[in-house]
């Protein structure tokens, strides 16, 4: 592991190196497992600084193509592509939790942020997608949460505006915002349905179901039309299929 730091400590992995490291292995009577684990170690560590001297340096800001920098820099370590995009999204990851753990929102100078994050580091689409559902979700998705736990005639105009602010704050589309409160509204639904089930009188059990719909009407309807009314029908329909 020293023979090898040493080695890579100017971000390059020679071939002359690398024979040297297999015929120390042997000399140390090393199995592949185990060599292969401190390569990694080491070379993961050194991608992690190279990165950031390339970020701090203004290199991928300035370069034509930061994807080809990237590449260079696993290249010039032997580093697996796969793992480097790992620590990309770990880093796109960080910013993100860290801004929205701070003001629960995303202003303009985030946002600029996190695309200059993406634009230099080439984190996928479907990648930023999947962390800003996660992360920006959850402020949203709390929301929702807290508006849902009310019985019918506790909720009130005041946790719509809470749905409707937490969205906003932290820019979710309404697609997004729909897969959440869909979650989030149909474990409501099915615990009436539950209940319901339990229930032996036949009369109790109605009652439970009529409950529910009053609670679609009242609770799950405004916060589904507070994200787009086109999708209040449909959500509509779903009850009509659920019960």
């Given amino acids: 592991r020293t023979y090898l730091?040493?080695?890579?400590?100017?971000?390059?992995?020679?071939?002359?190196l690398n024979?040297?490291?297999?015929?120390?292995?042997?000399?140390?009577?090393?199995?592949?497992?185990?060599?292969?684990e401190i390569?990694?170690?080491?070379?993961?560590?050194?991608?992690?600084?190279?990165?950031?001297?390339?970020?701090?340096?203004?290199?991928?800001?300035n370069a034509e193509s930061p994807a080809k920098v990237l590449q260079a820099l696993c290249e010039g370590l032997r580093f697996p592509p796969e793992v480097a995009a790992g620590?990309?999204?770990?880093?796109?990851?960080?910013?993100?939790?860290?801004?929205?753990?701070?003001?629960?929102?995303?202003?303009?100078?985030?946002?600029?942020?996190?695309?200059?994050?993406r634009k230099l580091l080439c984190v996928p689409k479907g990648v930023v997608e999947k962390l800003?559902?996660?992360?920006?979700?959850?402020?949203?998705?709390?929301?929702v949460r807290s508006a849902l736990s009310v019985p019918t005639e506790s909720f009130t105009p005041s946790l719509r505006d809470k749905c409707k602010a937490a969205k906003a704050a932290?820019?979710?589309?309404?697609?997004t915002a729909l897969k959440i409160l869909g979650a989030e509204a149909r474990k409501q639904m099915n615990s009436f349905i539950r209940t319901s089930k339990s229930i032996r009188n036949k009369t109790d059990a109605q009652k439970e179901i009529r409950k529910m719909i009053f609670y679609n009407q009242g609770v799950v309807t405004p916060?589904?039309?507070?994200v787009t009314k086109t999708k209040a029908e449909a959500a509509a329909k779903?009850?009509?299929e659920l019960m």
Avoid: P, W
């Fill in 170 to 175: 932290v820019r979710i589309d309404d697609e």
């Fill in 39 to 61: 390569v990694l170690d080491s070379t993961t560590a050194s991608y992690r600084l190279a990165l950031r001297d390339a970020v701090k340096s203004g290199k991928l800001d």
């Fill in 87 to 117: 620590i990309h999204e770990e880093n796109y990851r960080t910013k993100l939790e860290s801004i929205i753990s701070a003001s629960k929102k995303l202003e303009d100078a985030d946002v600029e942020a996190l695309g200059r994050i």
């Fill in 238 to 240: 779903e009850l009509a």
């Fill in 132 to 143: 800003h559902f996660e992360i920006c979700g959850e402020v949203y998705r709390n929301a």
């Fill in 223 to 226: 916060l589904v039309q507070d």
């Fill in 5 to 16: 730091e040493d080695g890579i400590k100017g971000f390059s992995f020679s071939a002359e």
């Fill in 19 to 36: 024979d040297n490291l297999s015929k120390l292995r042997l000399v140390f009577g090393m199995g592949n497992k185990e060599a292969d």
